[in-house]
Nanobody
Framework: QVQLVESGGGLVQPGGSLRLSCAAS????????MGWFRHFPGKEREFVAA????????YYADSVKGRFTISGDNAKNTLYLQMVSLKPEDTAVYYC?????????????????WGQGTQVTVSS
């Protein structure tokens, strides 16, 4: 079983930036790629971004496109999410996801490994 640990969350003012990191241990994260999700209180967890290891293709939710950038290194078992121009509505717990079971329209999906999450709060 792979363990995923997120870091880099915190409190930031609107318009600010944060960089989330995800470190995997236990074994190399396998599969098509990795992704980031977020969870708002009282709502379903939602997709934020994903990256494929083959070709380095990236995919984003419309709500974060142009503001968030996903990157990673499969060999180093690391994943990042650079977030700029943060808005209060980005406030959520952010989760790293690995070991996708499928590709849906080319996007790594049905992740089977999850981190514990890191809180991001955007507030003045």
């Amino acid at each position: 079983q792979v363990q995923l640990v997120e870091s880099g969350g915190g409190l930031v003012q609107p318009g600010g930036s944060l960089r989330l990191s995800c470190a995997a241990s236990g074994r190399t994260v396998s599969g098509y790629g990795m992704g980031w999700f977020r969870h708002f209180p009282g709502k379903e967890r939602e997709f934020v971004a994903a990256i494929t290891w083959s070709g380095g293709r990236t995919y984003y939710a419309d709500s974060v496109k142009g503001r968030f950038t996903i990157s990673g290194d499969n060999a180093k078992n690391t994943l990042y999410l650079q977030m700029v121009s943060l808005k209060p509505e980005d406030t959520a717990v952010y989760y790293c996801a690995g070991d996708p079971a499928t590709l849906r329209g080319g996007v790594p999906s049905d992740f089977t490994s999850w981190g514990q999450g890191t809180q991001v709060t955007v507030s003045s």
